[in-house]
């Protein structure tokens, strides 16, 4: 039993969603970038599949000149762009991960063959009966295959959120959550809709998790460094007047300043696009020693921080430790005009007398009194 108003209601949220999110990225004339392109698409995607599966439900059993032949081809249409939405997800995620045309050129022609066979199948279907039929009354029924295109559109969104939780450590960590905000109501809006048909769930699903998603590049935006990846310095202020005021009993908050040394040298002898190689090398390397529950963040310029929560303060010199060890280990690695290396100053946070700036104060003044004492230690070895 088809519920048409319940359909109506459904869709036209998902399409006035959809409608924002068009009109929103044309005012931001952001579109030039490749990401930017990719949502611009999975949005109109969304809003002609609400427009499609409203109409197919509104004509289904009617009869007029043309209906089953139309019947047939918005049917094969929803099945095409459902696995084309699927397959752009994972482009897009795997391009907000890597930022890199190259390797999407290279995996994503394999990657889509299971989507290209699906389409393939739906144009089929305007033929002989393969994922639906349309009876001659003009009544949609599936076929006993239709779970086909059902797994492969999961098994694409799945692809997703592996392809996000193994890279979490070479990327930027705050994929995830905005990956499982998007796909939740997607899936239990799919699944209902494959379980009782007659439901209008899916698309309206879409539409929620793609104002989800815009959100959270909005917020990627206001609070994460572009050039390294890791948290910006608005951000940091925030992280800590919040954590200060909720620590653990019998935990410390200790933090941990680096400098990039010579960094000014770099710039002046290489240039800047070699100085900005640096510190988005320097950011992985820093995202990659963080551990769960550490913040790392951009200070300002060739400065950063990382603030972790310890239980003695022999942690943080581990970190330290570690940090060092990576550094060491990088210059092993690769062929760069410079050594990259850190001047780090660390403190722990006083409660009761510390403030935020002291507790990055303390930081600075250890970290500049190392920088000092290596200079020192280079101009004796001269």
């Known amino acids: 039993m088809i519920n048409l108003p319940a359909v109506f209601i459904a869709n036209a949220v998902g399409i006035f969603l959809m409608i924002i999110l068009l009109v929103s990225n044309r005012t931001r004339v952001r579109s030039v970038f490749f990401d930017e392109r990719l949502f611009v698409l999975m949005t109109f995607l969304t809003m002609m599949q609400c427009i499609v599966e409203m109409v197919t439900f509104v ?115 705050y994929m995830f959550l905005p990956v499982a905000i998007f796909l939740l109501p997607i899936l239990v809006g799919s699944i209902c809709q494959f379980l009782f048909y007659g439901l209008s769930l899916v698309w309206v699903s879409v539409a929620a998790g793609m104002v989800s998603l815009y959100i959270n590049i909005q917020n990627e935006v206001s609070y994460v460094d572009y050039l390294t990846g890791l948290y910006n310095r608005q951000y940091l202020d925030r992280y800590l007047n919040s954590i200060v005021q909720k620590q653990s009993e019998g935990k410390l908050l200790g933090g941990i300043m680096l400098d990039v040394d010579e960094f000014k040298s770099i710039n002046d002898t290489f240039g800047h696009a070699v100085g900005d190689a640096a510190l988005r090398e320097a950011g992985e390397l820093l995202h ?20 972790k929560t310890v239980s003695a303060r022999s942690e943080i010199f581990q970190m330290m430790d570690k940090i060092q060890s990576r550094t060491e280990a990088l210059a092993l690695t690769g062929e760069r005009p410079y050594k990259l290396s850190f001047s780090m100053g660390w403190s722990i946070y006083r409660v009761g007398d510390d403030t935020v700036d002291s507790f990055l104060k303390r930081m600075d003044e250890r970290m500049y009194k190392r920088k000092r004492k290596k200079k020192g230690m280079e101009a004796f070895c001269r």
């Open 288 to 307: 990659g020693a963080a551990e769960e529950g550490d913040f790392a963040a951009r200070y300002a310029g060739d400065e950063f921080v990382i603030i």
């Open 59 to 173: 004509i289904d059993g009617k009869l007029f000149p043309g209906a089953r032949i139309l019947s047939i081809v918005l049917n094969a249409y929803l099945f095409a762009a459902n696995i084309f939405f699927a397959y752009t997800w994972t482009v897009y995620v795997d391009y907000k991960l890597f930022e890199d045309i190259g390797r999407l050129k290279k995996i994503y022609p394999y990657v889509g063959i299971p989507a290209f066979a699906v389409i393939v199948l739906s144009v089929v279907n305007f033929f002989t009966e393969i994922f639906f039929t349309v009876s001659e009354g003009n009544v949609y029924s599936r076929s006993s295959i239709v779970y086909i295109p059902y797994l492969v559109t999961y098994g694409y969104l799945a692809y997703s959120v592996v392809l996000v939780y193994l890279s979490r450590k070479k990327t930027k960590r």
